[in-house]
């Protein structure tokens, strides 16, 4: 870890933090491994941003919206994309098979750059199976574009790549995303998650979505699973696959080849 701030009396501006940690390459990619409920076998992983630098203000929760406001996610998001890819590349050649790689995608992506030629090139030049990569977008900024995105989603999904609704439930219009947007999956977002074993609201909240999902054929994932009476819940109600820190936390490219390879 990077403490640029250290020797300083005051912090740097968060527009000169983030010039700096561009032009020094600190940003890089960690994988979070996603397994299935029922076994814990691999399934994938979903990349998350990290920074070498240790300042708050560069965590994903902060920066992204930060970089969204300010259109440089469009920048950090073609390197985001390239990177994931390059590394799903990387853990192929160390014997990883057939896993899937979900990316977070921002909706500006989408609307101001058409990321669609972009994911398109990436894939056929490095020889990835489009079937494998999910890309992940939140509910709640998805609907500032509906007719952009929906054509989008549309060309992605020609091309055998699978669009996810990422913290589903969180938004104002879960519901009527999914009639707008033909996804693929759903992530369950974790405040649902956190209390399923002592909170009956969340409980039933948990199972409805599950058992819709069910219906409308739609792939599933919980996320932020901490516990294992958590992962016995999620079970018995039928939730294929799950991601947490009871199964792993994000991992660098390195501690993914010595822990996940087989
Ligand atoms: P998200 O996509 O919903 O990612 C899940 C967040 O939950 C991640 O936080 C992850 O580290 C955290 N998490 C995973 N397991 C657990 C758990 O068991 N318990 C708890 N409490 N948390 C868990 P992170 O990495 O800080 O990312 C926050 C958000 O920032 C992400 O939410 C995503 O919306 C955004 N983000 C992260 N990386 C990227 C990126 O590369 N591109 C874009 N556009 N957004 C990103
Ligand atoms: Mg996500
Ligand atoms: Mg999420
Ligand atoms: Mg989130």
């Not at 708050?56 to 930060?66: E, G, Q, T």
């Not at 014997?95 to 995608?105: A, H, P, R």
């Not at 900024?141 to 969180?170: H, P, Q, Y």
């Amino acid at each position: 870890m990077i403490d640029i701030n250290a020797q300083q009396d005051t912090q740097l501006p968060l527009d000169s933090l983030i010039e700096y940690a561009l032009k020094s390459n600190s940003f890089y990619m960690s994988y979070q491994p996603i397994v299935s409920t029922s076994n814990s076998k691999l399934i994938g992983f979903e990349a998350l941003i990290r920074n070498r630098i240790n300042d708050s203000r560069l965590r994903p929760d902060h920066l992204i919206p930060h970089l969204e406001r300010t259109g440089q996610i469009i920048e950090l998001g073609s390197w985001i994309l390239k990177q994931c890819l390059v590394d799903y590349k990387t853990l192929e050649s160390y014997g990883l098979k057939d896993f899937t790689m979900s990316i977070n995608v921002s909706p500006i992506q989408i609307i101001d750059h058409d990321i669609t030629i972009e994911i398109s090139n990436l894939i056929n030049e490095l020889g990835i199976s489009p079937k494998n990569i999910k890309l992940e977008l939140t509910e709640t900024a998805l609907i500032s574009d509906c007719n952009k995105i929906a054509k989008s989603f549309e060309r992605l999904r020609e091309m055998g790549i699978k669009v996810w609704l990422d913290d589903f439930g969180t938004g104002f219009a879960s519901l009527s995303l999914l009639r707008q947007f033909k996804v693929n999956g759903i992530k369950i977002d974790k405040s649902f998650i956190s209390n399923i074993a002592t909170d009956n609201d969340d409980f039933t909240l948990c199972s409805a979505v599950i058992a819709m999902a069910q219906r409308l054929n739609l792939e599933l994932i919980a996320e932020g699973v901490e516990t294992s009476q958590q992962l016995q819940i999620l079970n018995c109600l039928g939730c294929d696959n799950i991601q947490g820190y009871l199964i792993d936390k994000p991992l660098t490219l390195r501690d993914v080849i010595n822990k996940w390879r087989s």
